[in-house]
Each structure stands twice: as structure tokens, then as C-alpha cells.
Nanobody
Framework: QVQLVESGGGLVQAGGSLRLSCAAS????????MGWFRQAPGKERDLVAA????????YYADSVKGRFTISRDQAGNTVDLQMNSLKPEDTAIYYC??????????????????WGQGTQVTVSP
């Protein structure tokens, strides 16, 4: 099973940028579709962005389209989330997740079964 460790969260003012990174280990990284989820207090954990094992397809939630970009480095076993034009409503704990490439639709939360510990992102007004 793959292990995931996130980094890069923090506090930023509205309109600013942050870059999250997730390091994967313990299994063949290119066998996994990767996703970034977020969970705000009192809300469900939602998929923000995802990228196929090959890196050739991506998915974005409507709320982040045009502002966030997901990318992966196959050689470095990392997946990043570049977040621009941040808004206070982007405040949440952000989780990296992995799904074996054959676990169905990479844009569905239910496909993912490996999770990082999460990193806090706080956007002040």
C-alpha cells in the first residue's frame, strides 16, 4: 500500500497563492491515480482535483477551475497542487489520496483508498 505525506499548507491572504506537495512511497507511483481533497469544519471531504496515473487526464471541481492546477512528477513520486487566487472559502484541511489505476473513475471519492494525514490551508479575507 502506498504511503502519502503532504506538505506546503499555511496561512495566506485572499488573492494569494500556495503550492501543496504530496510525496508517495511504498509502491509503484505510476500505478496510482492521484487526487487532492479538502474538508472544511462541519463539511464533507470533497474532491478538488485529480490526475490519472499517466498524467494525461485531469479533473477539477467547478469551484477551483481556472485557479488550481494539479501535476505529478513520475520520477520524483510526487503530486502537487498549485493554488492561485485563493479565497476564504478555500480554507480547509487538504488531503492527498491515491487510487489504483483500475479502481474505477478517478473523479469519484469512492475510488480512493489511501490517504495522507492532511495539511491545513487558511485563507484570510
Amino acid at each position: 500500500q502506498v504511503q502519502l505525506v503532504e506538505s506546503g499548507g499555511g496561512l495566506v491572504q485572499a488573492g494569494g497563492s500556495l503550492r501543496l506537495s504530496c510525496a508517495a512511497s511504498g509502491d509503484t507511483f505510476s500505478n496510482y491515480n492521484m487526487g487532492w481533497f479538502r474538508q472544511a469544519p462541519g463539511k464533507e471531504r470533497d474532491l478538488v482535483a485529480a490526475i490519472r496515473w499517466s498524467g494525461k487526464s485531469t479533473y477539477y471541481a467547478d469551484s477551483v477551475k481556472g485557479r488550481f492546477t494539479i501535476s505529478r512528477d513520475q520520477a520524483g513520486n510526487t503530486v502537487d497542487l498549485q493554488m492561485n487566487s485563493l479565497k476564504p472559502e478555500d480554507t480547509a484541511i487538504y488531503y492527498c489520496a491515491a487510487a489504483k489505476y483500475y479502481h474505477g473513475n478517478f473523479a469519484l471519492r469512492t475510488s480512493y483508498d489511501a490517504w495522507g494525514q492532511g495539511t491545513q490551508v487558511t485563507v484570510s479575507p
